[in-house]
């Protein structure tokens, strides 16, 4: 009963997907978002949110955007939003794709396609 009850709040409400965050800018988005928006939240380091979903996210690999877009389709039947806040550290170099493409620039603009390619 509880789900069917939030499921309905949600249908009018914006799905959100924030990246990076477990911390800094990132979780202070969801956090602030999750007030007026359904936020998931995903990061590579675990958290635990209180007014938000969270679920593990590496944007520099790719299967692993693919989980959590997918987890979140599960649960909504749209995503409206992405707000990428993921960070960089000094092993940037796991940052490049094997063409020397940046993972996060890549996915970010691939991502409406990679959510119009879900719908199929």
Known sequence: MRDDIQASINKHRKIVLVSGASSGIGKAVADRLSHQYVVYGGSRRLCSPGSWAHHELDVADVASVST???????REDRIDALI???GTDHFAQRFLTDAGLDWG??????????????GE
């Open 68 to 74: 959590f877009v997918e987890y979140v389709l599960e």
């Open 84 to 86: 990428a806040q993921n």
């Open 105 to 118: 620039a890549a996915l970010l603009a691939d991502f409406p396609d990679f959510l119009s390619s879900q």
